[in-house]
């Protein structure tokens, strides 16, 4: 709580004064599709890495198994 604290009153010494130029050009930008948005976000970082790091990410938080635990990777998408 102290480190979200800090950082809240560093954010409020800036002042942010709003671009005309960027409003008009994030106005008129269209928005993608949840297709398209996927997609994109496939080609910047595929679905397997994303699979692997919530794999190890709640790997430390499952409850302790009795007997040998097997991890196995998905395999990579081929387009």
């Known amino acids: 709580m102290d480190e979200i604290e800090l950082l ?4 409020n010494l800036y002042t942010v004064q709003p671009d005309e130029h960027f409003g008009a050009w994030f106005q008129a930008v269209e ?3 949840k297709e ?3 997609s994109l976000s496939c080609q910047l ?5 994303w699979v692997r790091k919530i ?3 709640f790997k430390d938080t499952r ?3 009795k007997g040998p635990v097997v991890v196995v990777d998905d ?3 081929t387009s």
């Open 75 to 77: 395999p990579p998408e």
């Open 8 to 11: 809240q009153e560093a954010a």
């Open 45 to 49: 970082e595929p679905r397997y890495h």
């Open 36 to 38: 398209e948005s996927y």
């Open 55 to 57: 794999r190890l990410f």
């Open 31 to 33: 928005p993608l599709s």
């Open 63 to 65: 409850p302790p198994t």
